[in-house]
């Protein structure tokens, strides 16, 4: 496996980001459990072999999903996934001595700071274009909504997923919220199955709103996310396929 040696910087909100079928999701609330890693510049390398193997022996039966981002502004960070889970599956989770001490002695040693664990769940009900195609790249955009307007906020992903829909957008698209802290964190996901070269067409979204909603509906939109958002952060997502032991 090719390594990466990008300098490590920061610590950002990573989630997981393939499919799942909003039916899977209907039945009951689940959730991603993700943990976030920065190693030391000089180990990158050893560190890749250690979580890849640890992986390996460890987390077939428990599959998890390993991304690193390449931008943004913690670009740089590691994130590893397990899941969809009930609240009561992850609670229930039980890992032998033998991955506790192999995650102790081989892998923590390597990180420059203690891991970040998260919690975020799957909106199923914006997910747009599902596919069994695993997200080898995707666009992440992080929403930080502010006190007391998240109504206000998911009506407009109500009227972004209804212009996507209604005028055949062919777009891969998964909605997530941040649980138990940092609940005001909405990130949606955009799959990017063609590489970046999906990047070089027109964004269009604004000439399919107003085909949905009609004349002057675009400028409410606009008005609707001041009033919603704080701040937005954009990255870009890279699965690495090698350590992961979940793939789609």
Not at 45 to 68: G, I
Not at 78 to 93: A, C, D, I, K, R
Not at 200 to 227: A, I, M, P, S
Request: aromatic share 12%; glycine share 6%; hydrophobic share 35%.
């Amino acid at each position: 496996m090719g390594k990466i040696t990008t300098t490590i910087v920061g610590v950002i909100l990573l989630f997981c980001t393939n499919v799942v079928t909003a039916q899977d999701m209907e039945d009951e609330k689940q959730i991603f459990v993700v943990y976030n890693m920065i190693p030391e510049n000089d180990n990158i390398s050893q560190f890749e072999d250690a979580w890849m193997e640890h992986n390996q022996k460890f987390h077939q039966e428990s599959p998890v999903y390993a991304f690193f981002f390449e931008s943004g502004p913690y670009g740089g960070t590691y994130q590893g996934v397990e899941g969809p889970l009930t609240w009561t599956e992850h609670e229930n989770v039980e890992y032998t001595d033998a991955h506790g001490k192999d995650w102790l002695d081989n892998v923590q040693p390597l990180l420059d700071s203690p891991l970040r664990v998260e919690w975020w769940s799957h909106m199923s009900k914006y997910e747009q274009n599902p596919s069994e195609q695993s997200n080898e790249k995707a666009i992440i955009t992080t929403y930080h909504v502010k006190r007391g307007e998240m109504a206000r906020f998911k009506r407009m992903l109500d009227d972004w997923y209804e212009a996507n829909t209604e005028q055949g957008h062919d777009g891969r698209y998964n909605v997530y919220q941040r649980q138990l802290h940092g609940e005001n964190q909405i990130a949606i996901v955009s799959s990017l199955d063609m590489g970046l070269a999906e990047l070089d067409d027109d964004n269009e979204f604004q000439k399919r709103y107003v085909e949905t909603h009609g004349e002057g509906t675009w400028q409410l939109f606009l008005d609707d996310f001041d009033l919603s958002i704080s701040k937005s952060e954009v990255s870009l997502r890279s699965m690495l396929g090698d350590i992961s032991t979940q793939q789609n």
